[in-house]
């Protein structure tokens, strides 16, 4: 298997309610973004992510779309959907071509445009991620779906709504550091408990928005990285994984533990050769604030049930043994949801670049980033390191 | 780049209108069918391919509800999309995976449940594989943008009725001798020619069917393939290619031309080292019977418009020399569209063993598949070997 190598990266300028782009645009302009930063003259191949093209803008065969309006036709161009973790198995997809030899310089991105729907065709759309016959049908919706999370979580644990709130106010103190994030205002505990409840015990700050944008990267074999890369440091995959869970959240054996997401770790650390306390940043999915505490459970960042004291002592704030998020997570910078993987990969490798600014983690040369699919079905593990 | 082979195949008893079954139902049946015939304990990552299951059925994340649903979790399963090609892109991302190096044992598969949607709920999805902005909005439709392919190549070669009649039937007399077919009953010239207009020049029985269906295939090192094969010989995969066109019919050069597919098996031939006259028999996409006399003339198998006489004069009948479509083909055997790439591998695959009962081509050795989605901005192009 041929080493990796990311050597740009690109996204929109501003993500939220792009009214004035279509879906098309939105990609465009990220992937220019990052055919330029990367320098390469073209492309072999390209992999989108997107999770719900149909259901959101009425256009599937979105690769087709976007190789044309990118003007590369005639590579191949691919969707890859895994819901709300599209993005990061579109960059899993492209890591394997190149691997494999078939191709040199493949673009990997994500792109959701999930405004041109009203409220209720997005709740729709966004349950077509959880079991259709089982839970959707049904009537659940994500929100509902995460709060149950939140309170097994709370009974099992004491979790509470305070070590909650905790997560939205760092992601949002992250976010407001962004200049491409939505919601790049700074929030306190006091604003999120009294937000509007959404699903009990979940308020709306605990919750992710509603966003279109885009993100994407330039992969190429690690052996012409450093000759090919022209506007900032090569940064070597050293690993990708990805697993799956039951698609019911009742199914699970364990209702606060995202099992995918341990075995993706776990399989990611032993290629990368990596230990938790080795890697310097971290992007993961909190597309709920439960999310990004269960996460850090599973990534082993913290003892199962000691997430919320430890996100409250600063553990995960920038400047802290493990930060979280630095790019302001789902909950401040959006969450287009095929895009949102191939983000994560964005902000990590501006951060192992030191081009973060503000908000740059000192000395960042290794970082892992986690997304995930409905209640966790899915998730898809990526560690990087600066070349 | 390792080499790939496929070492089992299965797909649903019959395809059809499957009311008694769900998307999940129809999926299970064919990898089980697939994993029996392989012979094998375990698989390591899967691939769905799916044009809309949030259009056609409400569930998208299809990855992870055929990897619940099949008892495979928690290995990674992702779904993959590239419209009516989105068979052939799942194949094609299982063989670089296994290629690469990152699995050994890889389920690729396809699966689409179209008949729970009314006709015109089927019509709109389906045309969201077209460029929505551009001709799905403005209210055209897949007949008739196949239709308007039919009168360029009419009108550029004198390409007549009766020869697009010609391909629906041998189609339907191939279908005839396939039990897996959704309509295998034998027509004539007359009876396509007397069937109801559904877009002038295409009848009816110029049209593929809506269809409830799924296939697989069972992937693993070509050099494991003999030792783990149970149940038939090991096939090669001598090529996996894939190219993309302008996402509308309106923007292309050569409106007579399936470019996609001219580019895929140009790149196909060379990375097979195999010439059009030294493959013994092809499955292609006849989503209309136009579709089938433009990717004769794409593959290199006529001259170009001279694809109808062909057909015609019997060069691609089983007993002729290039059959095409043994199985019945996506006219007869049906198209379950997320399906169809993967089937035309399942069918070249019992070619090659030997196994095709009374539609056997004598002494099949090496095989094409080719399968494209929209009006062609997606062409994907495998060849096969027997090992």
Redesign the interface.
Known sequence: ??DVAIIGVGMNKKWGELWEM?M?DIFVEAALNAIDNAGVDHID?MYVGC?????F?????????M??YLG????????????CASGG?AV??GF??V????SDIVLVSGVEKMNDVSGDEAT??LA??????WE??SGVTFPGLYAMMAVAHMHKYGTTIEQLAAVAVKNHANGAMNPRAQYPMKITVDTVLNSVLVADPLHILDCSPITDGAAAAILCPAGRAKQLAKNGAPVKILAS????????YH?RSDLTSI??TV?AAAAAYKMANKKPDQIDTFEVHDCFTIAELMVMEALGLSEKGKSGPAVQAGQTAIGGRTPINTSGGLKSKGHPVGATGVAQIVEVVEQLRGDSGPRQVKNAKVGLTQNM??TG??SVVHILEVM
């Not at 590369?72 to 819901?83: I, L």
């Not at 691997?99 to 078939?102: L, V, Y």
């Open positions: 298997m041929r279509s098309r191949s999770m719900s093209g149909g259901l803008t009425g256009q599937e065969h979105v690769g087709a779309v190789a044309d590369q036709c005639p590579v191949p161009a691919t969707r890859v959907e895994s819901a198995a899993r997809a394997m071509e691997a494999s030899g078939m729709y759309a077509t991620a959880s079991d259709q016959e959707a049908f994984t990805q697993a799956s869970d039951t698609i019911a199914s099992e995918s075995r699919g409905g079905a899915s």
